[in-house]
Each structure stands twice: as C-alpha cells, then as structure tokens.
C-alpha cells in the first residue's frame, strides 16, 4: 500500500481518533464552515408558543420530551419553510393550507422542502393545541357523529389506536373531516398533513420517535394509549 492511501484511510476511520495527534485527525467542518451560522429567516411563519407548561402533561408526555419536541423538532420545521421560501415572495404570501393544499404550484426545486416541513408546522401547530391534562373527551355534533361513523367513543379510540401503531417507520395518524363532511382516521408518511387533499385535520397522533423516545424508548404502545386515553382533547 502507498503511504498516502494508508494515511488516507487512517485519517478516516476511527483509529485515528484515538492514536493520532489531534492536529492531523480530518476535522469534522464547523457550524460556521457549514454555513449553519446564518439564522434564518424570522418569517413569515413563526412558532406558536406552547399553550401549557412543558411539564403540564406529565407523567404521560415528560417535559424534556415536550420542551425538544417543541423548541427544536417544530422550530426547525418553521425555520426550514421560511428558508426554503425566502426567494419567492408570492409563496411567502400564502397560508400553510393554501401551500398544502396545492404544492404543485410550489416550484419543483423546493416542492419536496415545502412539503414536508409546512407540513410538519402545521402537524405540530395543530398538535400542541389538541393536548391536555386530563384529555377532553369530544362533546355535543362531533360526538354523535363519531358515535354514527366508528359505534361509539370507544371503538374510535380502538381505530386511532390501531392506526397509529400500523404505522411503518415516521408518521402520523390523522382523524379528520373530509370534503364531503365524512369523518375518517387514516395514516400519514413523514409529515403530510390531510391538508394535502383538501381535508380538515382534527386529531393526529405523532408517531415520530422524537416525540416519545425518551420517556417510552421502543413502547410506542404505551404512548399510543396515552395519547388516545389520558392527553387526546379536541371537540
Ligand atoms: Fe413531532
């Protein structure tokens, strides 16, 4: 082997780290050389505040969960679609359904970036608001009419639930009104949101692992059943 494809691998694997002076090591780009250290843009979208304290859901969804769930994961989302849409200010101009619900108007290059984190900003705006402490059982029109589509309150909980843990990999079960005013519940991929298709998202369950890893590791069950039995609140 030459000497300089020998350096070449060692400067690559993790031998070098630890047997080789710092100084030579291949060192991992910075934030700035990146170009991370640009903040982006404040707007147009910004991210709501959370409606409750961060522990305000405890002991169901824990507050370290909440506050990275929140301030980062959702952040990030917002930051994401306001840089991916600076350069075009007639999307800057258009509501999160307006772009959901018609991203073939969205320029290819930044369809795909659009997509996925408006509609993350929109899963999650819709999230934080459709959680308390005790949940909130649906009451009056919406309840009848859960009765009249899945039986009862319980065996909607039952296709929530059933929805949420057939979900492969990152996702989102959605329970929502269609068009024609019919209820539905249905799985999502990533963060599409039901706003794609000209539907009303009413609940979803997060089932991302960022929203339970670290209180429930591999049980996405038992997170499951917390969000449809003890924290679920919409009406
Ligand atoms: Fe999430």
Request: aromatic share 10%.
């Amino acid at each position: 082997m030459k000497r300089r494809s020998f350096f070449q691998i060692l400067l690559g694997s993790s031998i070098a780290s630890r047997f080789l002076p710092f100084s030579i090591v291949a060192a991992e780009p910075s934030v700035a050389q990146q170009g991370l250290s640009t903040p982006p843009p404040t707007g147009p979208f910004t991210l709501p505040p959370l409606p409750y304290a961060s522990n305000a859901l405890e002991p169901y969804i824990d507050a370290e969960t909440m506050t990275l769930h929140h301030d980062k994961h959702h952040a990030a989302y917002v930051n994401n679609l306001n840089k991916a849409i600076a350069p075009y200010p007639d999307l800057q101009k258009k509501s999160l359904e307006e772009l959901l619900g018609n991203l073939d108007a969205v320029p290819a290059e930044i369809r795909t970036t659009v997509r996925n984190n408006a509609g993350g900003h929109s899963n999650h705006s819709i999230l934080w608001k459709t959680l308390s402490n005790p949940g909130r059982k649906p009451e009056g029109k919406l309840a009848k009419e859960i009765d009249n589509t899945f039986g009862s309150y319980e065996k909607w909980r039952e296709e929530m639930t059933k929805c949420a843990m057939g979900i492969f990999g990152s996702g989102w079960a959605w329970f929502g009104r269609s068009k024609d005013g019919r209820l539905f519940i249905e799985p999502f991929p990533n963060q599409d949101s039901p706003l794609m298709t000209g539907r009303t998202p009413i609940y979803g369950i997060d089932v991302w692992e960022h929203a339970y890893y670290l209180k429930h590791q591999n049980r996405r069950a038992d997170y499951v059943k917390s969000c449809v039995e003890s924290v679920g609140s919409f009406s």
